[in-house]
């Protein structure tokens, strides 16, 4: 009784989030139709790369030509810019005459800035009823913070790549630090804040970790079930002997997995019993092992839920499941197949080297590799073909996959009723907590200009060409993603892109956020800990007695990601530049 | 109890052990136990609510290794018994050790120093077992 009360306590809990993400991420309808007739004075704010300035405080002054406002002075009226950067400021009635009035724009790591009223607006104004300023431009201000939020980052990327510290905990300590200097430096130097803690959860994505959240309680029930067990099996009877063949099946089934799941859980699942496979063939279990895991990172990219990185993409850009699918998956395919023929010529030796199967270790493995939940797969597959459609179809009605994946999620505990303390378990809230911690350190170092910067030098080094720009996206991502860690680097990239593609011509078709997930996740291909999944599979490996070194990996991986990433390069060529 | 007590990692570097395991255990006429300790260290960065599933692959994955030792022990007619643990390798040989009462521990000594598995650490180790247990202890190059 208590079990269920607590799974339909669950469920409700997930139900109810759905539905809140659903609620509040609705297009606004018929608002503006009741809005009050817009206030005197409109403009709006904007940096120098052209993103609005949101929380920006505008304030109306007025003083006696060349005076400037005393220090306990009231403004006549004071406004903060809306997130998409516009403000609507009311002037007091009646408006004393033979002063002058200005509006003085102040922000945090902006320069303040002020907009002198000349006496023709003013009557403007009080004839008309309003009027709208022109566009201000504020300039960023590079001080103390703005260092301290770039070491912060810095520092987290380096600590994540060569320590033994749990990437959870280097992320939290990163955001920890961030508050530290803006709540305990702040009051010696205002230059030393960065932001707020209610501005820091603006910069949390709850879509991102809601996904992320559904698709764990999904995967869980799924991996439970020995399906992946059975599919390897299966590989190995469809090769029927031939080595290169079970490597190709193999691949394929590690590839498609990782577009549903994730590429960690996916060898997690496929890694042992590839090493019995290989072991009972009287196979290297590396010649299975390390194509396929580069089969996983390769594939993992064409779907939006197949990636971390394509989650973060997808929920930044507004790319649905859809749009992946259209605009990656062919060139997805083509680069697996570049890398099927690269992994079995390059494992040739080792895959004319296969034994027969011993009747003793083959009836074992058979004994193993059975579906030991059929009922569960069922429910699994029919709440995984609808959410599925969900996926697809889903963005007609405006459907957030967050919400999908959640409804998902709930459906399947209710249906299938497991423990659900051990689906509690599955959940791992350490990656959740990870990214949380993550976005306030990517929003702190976005809050203090470091971003702009960055999108500046790259957009004046790539100039106006769209071909100069895919490339560099594609290739930089790629190169940077296999020697530090991909989730924090694609979520400082995102809007860096997001610039880029409002001022490269052409670019506006999402185009450089599709280089962006190639990049990043084949770029994982290139080294041993370029992927979470890389690395897992080192360690399983290894404690079979075949260690992946890693050079090995380097000398195996690296010509892998030139491969796959060229061809994937050529297919964004064809759709974006040719197709379009 | 008595016996032999072999520890096994897999791979092509654990079979110049096994042949010394089952010839000393033919030679001897003493029981022979294999050893395959695993443990998810390798987790510590990723995802520990996988726990539970890979435990269970990698006891499966430790099994079949277990097996195939055993398989080339009884094709030269020497029973042996696969002993699987979780845990930390040296502190596990040591219990086990002690459980059988073995008279001999064999080890691998990798080819090439490698993670914990330097000369030093290998000297230390086999002093700690012999120490422990009481047993002889056999280490045997890499092939």
């Not at chain 1, 005197?40 to 949101?54: A, C, E, I």
Request: proline letters at 5%; one cysteine or more; glycine letters at 8%.
């Amino acid at each position: 009784m208590k079990q269920r009360l607590r799974l339909w306590g669950l469920a409700l809990l997930l139900c109810g989030t759905a539905f809140f993400l659903f609620y509040t991420h609705r297009p606004a309808v018929a608002q503006e139709e009741n809005d009050p007739p817009l206030p005197l004075l409109v403009g709006s704010v904007r940096d120098r790369q052209g993103q609005p300035v949101g929380r920006a405080t505008v304030l109306l002054w007025q003083g006696a030509p060349g005076a400037t406002p005393e220090a306990e002075a009231e403004p006549l009226a004071s406004v903060t810019t809306q997130p998409d950067g516009r403000y609507a400021i009311p002037l007091p009635e009646p408006l004393p005459a033979g002063e002058v009035y200005y509006l003085a724009i102040e922000r945090a790591h902006f320069e303040d800035a002020r907009i002198t009223l000349d006496p023709d607006m003013v009557a403007q104004v009080e004839e008309e009823g309003s009027v709208v300023l022109p566009e201000l431009v504020l300039p960023r201000e590079v001080n103390l913070a703005f260092w301290i939020a770039t070491l912060i980052f810095a520092g987290m990327l380096a600590v994540v790549a060569i320590s033994d510290l749990h990437n959870t905990l280097v992320a939290l300590l990163g955001a920890s630090l961030v508050f530290a200097v803006s709540y305990l430096g702040h009051p010696l130097s205002e230059d030393l804040f960065i932001f707020d803690f209610d501005t820091a959860l603006e910069y949390i994505d709850w879509n991102v970790i809601f996904l992320v959240m559904g698709m764990m309680i999904v995967i869980a029930v799924v991996e439970e079930t020995g399906l992946f067990q059975w599919l390897a099996f299966a590989a190995y009877r469809l090769s029927r002997g031939k080595a290169w063949l079970l490597l190709t099946v193999l691949m394929l089934v590690a590839g498609v997995a990782s577009a549903f799941l994730d590429n960690v859980t996916t060898m997690l699942l496929m890694t042992p019993i590839s090493v019995q496979i290989a072991l009972a063939l009287n196979l290297n279990p590396l010649t299975l092992l390390v194509p396929e895991v580069m089969a996983s990172n390769v594939i993992g990219v064409s779907t939006l839920v197949g990636t971390p990185t394509n989650i973060l993409i997808g929920s930044f850009a507004s790319i649905s499941f859809n749009d992946f699918l259209r605009n990656l998956t062919p060139g997805v395919l083509l680069a697996f197949a570049g890398l099927v023929i690269y992994s079995v010529y390059s494992y040739r030796r080792d895959l004319g080297t296969t034994g027969e199967m011993s009747p003793a270790l083959l009836e074992r493995l058979e004994e193993r590799a059975q579906i030991t939940r059929p009922g569960h797969l069922r429910k699994a597959g029919w709440i995984g073909a609808i959410m599925l459609l969900l996926f697809v179809f889903g963005e007609r009605i405006h459907l957030l996959p967050s919400v999908t994946a959640l409804m998902g999620a709930t459906a399947l505990l209710i249906w299938i009723r497991p423990d659900v303390e051990k689906m509690i378990d599955a959940v791992d809230w350490t990656t959740l907590v990870f990214f949380m911690a993550l976005f306030i350190v990517v929003g702190a170092i976005q809050e203090v200009g470091l971003i702009s910067v960055i999108a500046d030098v790259i957009g004046r080094l790539v100039g106006d060409s769209l071909v100069l720009t895919m490339v560099t996206v594609i290739w930089v991502s790629a190169v940077l993603s296999a020697v530090v860690a991909n989730i924090p680097f694609t979520a400082a990239m995102l809007p860096v892109v997001g610039y880029l593609s409002g001022i490269v011509p052409g670019a506006h078709s999402k185009v450089l956020f599709y280089c962006l997930s190639v990049g990043s996740a084949m770029g994982g291909n290139g080294t041993l800990i370029g992927a979470s999944a890389n690395l897992v599979t080192a360690g399983i490996a290894e404690r079979a007695g075949y260690p992946i070194t890693y050079t090995y990996f380097l000398r195996k991986g690296f010509p892998a990601l030139v491969i796959t990433v060229a061809l994937a390069t050529i297919w964004l060529f064809i759709r974006f530049l040719v197709l379009a | 109890m008595s016996g032999v007590l072999c520890a096994i990692r897999g791979g092509p570097g654990s079979h110049p052990t096994i042949r010394k395991a089952i010839n000393l255990a033919e030679s001897k006429k003493l029981p022979l136990y294999f050893l395959y300790v695993f443990n998810l260290d390798f987790m510590r960065h990723t995802s520990h609510s996988r726990a539970d599933t890979i435990t269970a692959d990698m006891k499966q994955m430790g099994e079949f290794i277990l097996l195939m030792a055993e398989s080339l022990a009884a094709e030269q007619g020497v029973n042996a018994e696969g002993i699987m643990r979780q845990g930390q390798v040296a502190e596990e040989i040591c219990e086990l050790g002690k459980e059988l009462a073995a008279d001999y521990v064999i080890l691998g000594r990798p080819k090439e120093e490698r993670n914990v598995f330097t000369q030093d650490r290998m000297s230390e180790l086999e002093k700690t077992i012999e120490e422990s247990t009481g047993a002889d202890v056999i280490l045997v190059g890499e092939g």
